[in-house]
T-cell receptor
Framework: GENVEQHPSTLSVQEGDSAVIKCTYSDSASNYFPWYKQELGKRPQLIIDIRSNVGEKKDQRIAVTLNKTAKHFSLHITETQPEDSAVYFCAASNAGTGRRALTFGSGTRLQVQP | DGGITQSPKYLFRKEGQNVTLSCEQNLNHDAMYWYRQDPGQGLRLIYYSQIVNDFQKGDIAEGYSVSREKKESFPLTVTSAQKNPTAFYLC?????????????FGPGTRLLVL
């Protein structure tokens, strides 16, 4: 089955700096890669996703890149703000066929220092 | 994700007791999922259902059971066979057609053992 690895487990940046979180996946059939943000005690919220037919997607200060050959994808947050502090999870699935459920990485705790 | 509700918010289980967690969605989604989250860890798939009256085991199904008698409901029972049930349980739903695979999460149920 799919295995998703996520690094780093914790990340501390100064406000205004950029943050990068990286994930690798094992199943070459995976074609859908969402990123979720989870604040303490709350539900995960989708912040951005990418499908395997594109290499990059941006939404304001957030971007995701995908390298299908290397089987890795990354989340980039620019101009970080204290409210970006949370746990971020990457995930992968094979949308369209077979098991559609997401396989999650272990999470990255991002702390933005004011 | 305001269309997915979970109850109760907190649940206490006594030794040897079965307890049932409720998940309801009004998004007309075909697929529903149950994940377990342990402190400081990612989400692990317990069970999923792509269509009414059908469900599949996920990665950690032992000690759990589900039913999918209605499209909008996917209750999870934590049986006495689950020896370490203390966790945060998250229900999610998504469309199950084509590549529209975005999963939306409910607010979660925190299960504690007395």
């Amino acid at each position: 089955g799919e295995n998703v690895e996520q690094h780093p487990s914790t990340l501390s940046v100064q406000e205004g700096d950029s943050a990068v979180i990286k994930c690798t996946y094992s199943d070459s059939a995976s074609n859908y890669f969402p990123w979720y943000k989870q604040e303490l005690g709350k539900r995960p919220q989708l912040i951005i996703d990418i499908r395997s037919n594109v290499g990059e997607k941006k939404d304001q200060r957030i971007a995701v890149t995908l390298n299908k050959t290397a089987k890795h994808f990354s989340l980039h947050i620019t101009e970080t703000q204290p409210e970006d502090s949370a746990v971020y999870f990457c995930a992968a699935s094979n949308a369209g066929t077979g098991r559609r459920a997401l396989t999650f990485g272990s999470g990255t705790r991002l702390q933005v220092q004011p | 994700d305001g269309g997915i509700t979970q109850s109760p918010k907190y649940l206490f289980r006594k030794e040897g007791q079965n307890v049932t967690l409720s998940c309801e969605q009004n998004l007309n989604h075909d697929a529903m999922y149950w994940y377990r989250q342990d402190p400081g860890q990612g989400l692990r798939l317990i069970y999923y259902s792509q269509i009414v009256n059908d469900f599949q085991k996920g990665d950690i199904a032992e000690g759990y059971s589900v039913s999918r008698e209605k499209k909008e409901s996917f209750p999870l029972t934590v049986t006495s066979a689950q020896k370490n049930p203390t966790a945060f349980y998250l229900c999610a739903s998504s469309t199950a057609t084509g590549n529209q695979e975005t999963q939306y999460f409910g607010p979660g149920t925190r299960l504690l053992v007395l």
